[in-house]
């Protein structure tokens, strides 16, 4: 895996990146919301670029949800390589729990930081099916096997 030095990948809820003044630093944010939610609404001003997903938390398929898929790891992987040099990634899902803690621990790990700092939080319970996904992606990308 390719090692960069790790900047703050930040971990957070609906609730939280809603706020208007959410965060002082500038950041990039990785936004997963419901499939049966409303788009989330940002309006911080230190917001620089921004992806907005749409999956349910669940890691098998489940009639009337939506699981997170190929073109959601790819969408991810991109956004990361593209803003992998900011000082400030934000990933965020409803809860700031499970989606949004796969999906920094498989941006950590991609960056060569220490993605056990997220598996080892008493606050985050990372998707695994989520981190896979993602990981996947990443390893397709640093092997040249797409």
């Known amino acids: 895996m390719p090692i960069f030095p790790v900047q703050q990948i930040a971990v957070c809820c609906r609730d939280a990146i809603?706020?208007?003044h959410?965060?002082?630093?500038?950041?990039?944010?990785?936004s997963?919301?419901?499939?049966?939610?409303?788009p989330v609404n940002v309006t911080c001003e230190?917001?620089?670029?921004?992806?907005?997903l749409v999956f349910d938390d669940?890691?098998?398929?489940?009639?009337?949800?939506?699981?997170?898929?190929?073109?959601?790891?790819?969408q991810i992987a991109d956004f990361v390589i593209r803003w992998h040099r900011h000082p400030l990634i934000v990933c965020q899902c409803e809860a700031g729990i499970s989606r949004?803690?796969?999906v920094a621990a498989a941006i950590m790990n991609y960056l060569g930081g220490d993605d056990e700092l997220i598996f080892n939080s008493?606050?985050?319970l990372p998707n695994i099916y989520v981190y896979d996904k993602i990981r996947s992606e990443f390893l397709k990308r640093v092997t040249g096997k797409h």
């Open 18 to 20: 809603e706020q208007p």
């Open 22 to 30: 959410c965060s002082r630093t500038p950041f990039v944010l990785i």
């Open 32 to 38: 997963i919301r419901d499939s049966k939610s409303k």
């Open 46 to 52: 230190k917001l620089v670029d921004a992806i907005y």
């Open 58 to 74: 669940i890691s098998k398929h489940i009639d009337g949800l939506v699981i997170m898929n190929d073109k959601h790891a790819i």
């Open 100 to 102: 949004s803690a796969g």
């Open 122 to 124: 008493d606050m985050l």
